[in-house]
Structure formats: C-alpha cells, structure tokens
C-alpha cells in the first residue's frame, strides 16, 4: 500500500477490478486523518511558546505514527477478506455436501469481512481521540489541520461501519450480528460524538 | 499527485514541512469518493439486469472520471498557492514602502489560497451530486461504496471549507469576504444535505 502510487490506487479503485474498494478507501481516511495529526505534533515540537505541551505532542507522534501504520495494514486486509468471500461464493455447489460446505465457507469469510472493517472502526476512533489531544496545546496556524484530521477520520469511522453493516447484513450467526452490531454501535457513538467536538472547536478557533 | 507513493504522500503530510497539508488531504479524499463513484458504475455497465440504467452510468463515468483529475489538481494548486502565501510572508519589511508591497502581496496570496479551497468545495459537491445519481440505478452489491463515497466527498467538502475560512480570517477586503463566504455558505448548505440524503439511503438500503 505504501508503494503504491496515488493515481494507481485510485485507477484501481475506480475499476470494476473487486479489490481495492470503499473499505480500502475507508482505511486510507484514516491514514490520512493520522497522518494530519502527526504534522501538527511536528509543527508544534521543538517551538519555545510550545515548550508545556512538548510531552503529549511526542507522545501523540508516537502515537498517529502506530496508527497510520495499522491503517495502511487494515486496507491490505479488506482486500485480501473480500477476496476470500468471493472466493467462497464461486465454491461448487452440485451435491448437498459441497452446498453445506460453501455456505459454512461463506459465512466464516463474511465474519472476517465484518471484522476487518470493525477494527478500522477502531483504529478511526483513536484517530479522533488524538485529534482532540492535540488540538488544546497545538500550534493554533494549523489548527484547520486538526479539524481536517477529524473529518478524515469521521469518513473513515462511517464508511467502515458502512462495510461492517453489509456484511452483517448476511451473516447468519445470530449471537455473533448482534454482539458485532453493539460493539459497532458503542464504538461509533462515542467517536461520533468525539468528532463532532472536535470539529466544532476548530471552526470557534478559525472565528467563522 | 498521480505518480507520487500513497507512502510518500503521507510521509509528506505527517511531516514538518509546509506542503502538503489538510488542503490537500481534502482535495485527495475528494479524488477517492470520485473513484468509488466510477466504480459503482463500472460494476453496473454492460450488465443486462441494469440495462435501463447504462446510460447515465457511462454519463456519470466520464463526470466522475473528470472531477477526480480536477480533484487532484486542486491538491497540486493547494501546495502552489500555500508556497505563496509563505513567500509572500518572507518579503522585506525594513521600509515603509517594503511593509506596503508586502502587506498588499500576502492579501494577494491569501484570496488564491482562499479560492483554490473554494475550488475544492465546488467539486466534492459536484461529487455528491454524483453519489445522489448513481444511487437509484447502481449495482447494489456496491451500494456501501457509494455511501463510503458520499462520506469521502463530504469530508473533502468540510475540510476544504475549514481552509477557506482560515484563509478568509486573514484577508482584509471585507467586499471579496463577504462575497466568498456567501459563495462558501450556499455551496455547502446544499451539498451537506444532500451527502446526508445520500448516507440515510445507503443506510436504509444495507438494513441498519
């Protein structure tokens, strides 16, 4: 993901190629939300008038720098989770048996699809907690940076929840929807509400 | 843009250098929800069952194909036009007639550095509008793309208006002020509600 070129990427995803698609581009926002989060402890580290809030910008560094990373990572995986649900689906199904065992094979990729996407949920919310971090004792010249990173990270917490959503949608295991659903749920409401502040602190801030 | 590495890219971003910044990130996370747009319609064109639907796909393609490479221009003026508002801030000041061009030289840079954002606000709406058309006749298999679509433009269009606005809060000319955010306010008025429209209906088709 890394190596990769932007325009490449995004041929790729502009194409009916399967891979990469919205939960790849959901774990990229991420990235990028993270990635904005790190500028700003960058531009703020080692500036006298920032000297008290030197500590927490090293650690959030440290911090956007982890998470970026296992965005990029969780990208690669949606591909690789929705490659193994098409998979499963173009299992033969002639006999009773090879239903039975398509369909098991089917619905184990399908937890893994939801899965992968519920830890991009994860890994945007803790993107939004370092935005908020940051923003108190940040350099304030680019404190529209901050409240980028949290829209960044916003689309990336409701288009994996999206992707989350479709594949619980045909998941079967009754006690694994609805453990996933609350688990999502509890997740994007406090993130929500998170990036909600935050953003809202930005514009006070920028004075519109 | 195009050639550059999505690792390069937010090595970029994440570090202490001026460019590139949130402008860019916005304008980028435009260029993706353009892309999940041509996807949806690559994976509805030439399908017999989406028939009645193929010609605004292949119209919305070439759209959406478009304002994806308009989106990443915006990304490269953004850098170009915050290099100018640096410079412009580095001129002499050691005479009255120094102070004078340099005052009126920053004012310069700062109404292209508010209007390339501006820009960038006109085309994650026109994007939105883009995700609002494929919706009803799209493959809906892809119907989470669009919504991860729709989320992508609305962050490029909220982060590129926070870039509008910090800009606006340095440009003395209160008649382009005025005038700018009017524009600012009626562009993202319509395409906020719509992008929402958007979401809601993905959600409603997924089965939330």
Redesign the interface.
């Known amino acids: 993901?890394?190596?990769?070129?932007?325009?490449g990427?995004?041929?790729g995803?502009?194409?009916?190629a399967p891979v990469p698609?919205?939960?790849g581009?959901?774990a990229?926002?991420a990235?990028?939300g993270?990635?904005?989060v790190?500028?700003v402890c960058?531009?703020t580290i080692g500036q006298e008038k920032y000297r008290a809030h030197e500590d927490t910008m090293a650690r959030v560094l440290v911090a956007?720098?982890e998470q970026?990373a296992l965005a990029?990572a969780l990208a690669a995986e949606d591909g690789a989770a929705y490659g193994a649900v098409r998979a499963a689906y173009g299992l033969p199904r002639a006999t009773d048996e090879e239903k039975r065992a398509r369909a098991a094979r089917i619905q184990e990729a399908l937890k893994v699809a939801a899965d992968v996407p519920l830890r991009t949920v994860a890994v945007a919310a803790r993107i939004v907690d370092l935005c908020a971090e940051v923003l108190p004792g940040g350099n304030p010249n680019?404190?529209?940076?901050v409240?980028?990173?949290a829209?960044?990270a916003?689309?990336a917490l409701?288009?994996a929840a999206?992707?989350v959503?479709?594949n619980l949608?045909l998941i079967k295991d009754e006690d694994y929807k609805t453990r996933t659903a609350a688990e999502l749920e509890r997740r994007l409401a406090a993130a929500r509400a998170q990036a909600g502040e935050v953003?809202r602190q930005?514009?006070e801030r920028?004075?519109?």
Do not use: H, K, Q, Y
């Open positions: 993901m890394n190596e990769e070129t932007i325009g990427f995004l041929d995803l502009a194409s009916s698609g919205g939960g581009a959901a990229l926002s990235a990028l993270a990635a904005l790190a500028m960058n531009l956007a720098t970026r990029l680019v404190v529209s940076d409240g980028v990173g829209l960044s916003r689309a409701d288009g999206l992707n959503r479709i949608a953003t930005v514009e920028i004075g519109r």
